[in-house]
């Protein structure tokens, strides 16, 4: 079956995306960058660019569908263009209307738990998206209202993720003590795609949430133990934190949620006692413990690309010629390839910082590394191959760029290693950070691990460690963003779920 899915590379749908080609079926994916966006997905998924704030993008975009899938929606406005009104409200209207045009015999809404009693301006925008859902859809049509939901990106337990990995101290919305009921973005995944799959139950809703209930400062704790990282926490009175969070974000500093997703918090976020939880009850799925999906989360945040980061892009190089190596090329870049750790400098730069992460650069490998005054920072290894290594910048760390580490030949009898890297700072106060100590520190890093590579080699480098550092831009930027982005795209088609594979 084919299924349209808006909202395919948020958090909820492209985990859903995931689950629908696992299952064989096939997806037409409606987003902005339908055409990039899809290329992340090995096959099955079709791009169908638009927005589900555009008539004209929506009209047809159901056509040949059996079902669709609508997790589209914002959780913050910025207008005038994003708006609850016009995406939350309008834009379902418009999907709905779509559907029952197409004949589609399932659609699935996704809404959010607590939007019939909650008091927030998102939650009001999700309970009248509901009531357009049962006015304007075709018969079979189902809304799942599921808890918070968190993964790679999400904006909630991400975030707090990044911030104990990077900070000493962290802000806590009250006490901490709001509890709530988290849901693992996979099992979420699972469960709207047998909702696609099913015809029943139709017309109703049904509350998907997971299996433990928790609070901020629990998942704080929990992933201070799984980083190994202990950030004092600071509470925060709720009445301030509404205040302030607005110019907090203004100014360039993470705060761990929305100003309506306090007045969220407040309201409570827990299944009654007694109550059908859809997730096991209605959808069979066996739901991931908390502690569980904290530590998938920490092994999985996504890549962040050059073009994604702020300011110049700089490229910098450490290399070496080599001369009466005792390795071959293959010998040599195999040592750095699987002894990586062991070259880092002490003092500098800790490779496996965090308890069971890697320290080879294997293709998939996440690594964890350990800066001063800079927190932990992950890297994650996407090509290897022909004695080169690349590894990109994940979410949430002072850098967006790539590495690669490369073994060559430029003439008999001479090796040389080299490392070369394309970085932009991550945001404003990273840029700051990386003008100070940040790039003195790179520096000290790239020559000694090319000192230590020419060390291992058991020859001698007779010029020494040489370097070149220059700032990139137009065509030169542009072909660097591209390269990584391919290789990015690649490596996820090549790790992604396969049509038909079993989940």
Known sequence: MKVLVTGGTGVVGKAAVDQLLHAGHRVRLLSRNAAADARQWAAGVEAHPGSVGSDQAVAGAAEGCGAVLHAAGIVAEDPPELTFQEVNVEGTRRLAREARRAGVRRFVYVSSYGADVGQSDYHRSKLAAEQVVRAEAPPGWLIVRPGNVYGPGDEVISLMLKLVRRLPAIPLIGTGGQPFQPVWMDDLGLALARAVERDQPRETVVNVMGPDVTTMREVIELLGKITQRTPVLVPVPELVAKMGTQALETAGIPFPVKEGQITMLQEGNVLPEGAVNGLTDTFGVTPTPLGEGLGKLADALPEMLPAEGTGTLHRQRYWADIHGSRLTREELFEVV??????????????????????????????LTLEIPLRGHIQVRCV????????????????????????????????????????????????????????????????????????????GTAPAGVQEEETSLYGEDAADVERWVEDLVMRFRREQGPQPGEPG
Not at 339 to 365: D, I, N, Q
């Open 337 to 366: 390839r699987t002894e990586f750790y062991a070259l880092a400098p002490p003092g500098l730069l800790h490779v496996g910082a965090e308890p069971g992460s890697r320290t080879a650069l294997e293709v998939g490998a996440t």
């Open 383 to 458: 090509h290897v191959e022909d004695c080169t290594s690349t590894v990109v910048t994940l979410e949430g760390h002072p850098l967006s760029g790539a590495m690669r580490f490369d073994v060559t030949e430029p003439q008999p009898g001479v090796l040389r290693f080299e490392v070369r890297s394309f970085t932009r700072s991550a945001d404003l106060l990273d840029g700051i950070g990386m003008r100070t100590f940040g790039r003195v520190a790179q520096r000290a890093t790239w020559r000694a691990v090319v000192s230590a590579a020419v060390e291992r080699s058991g």
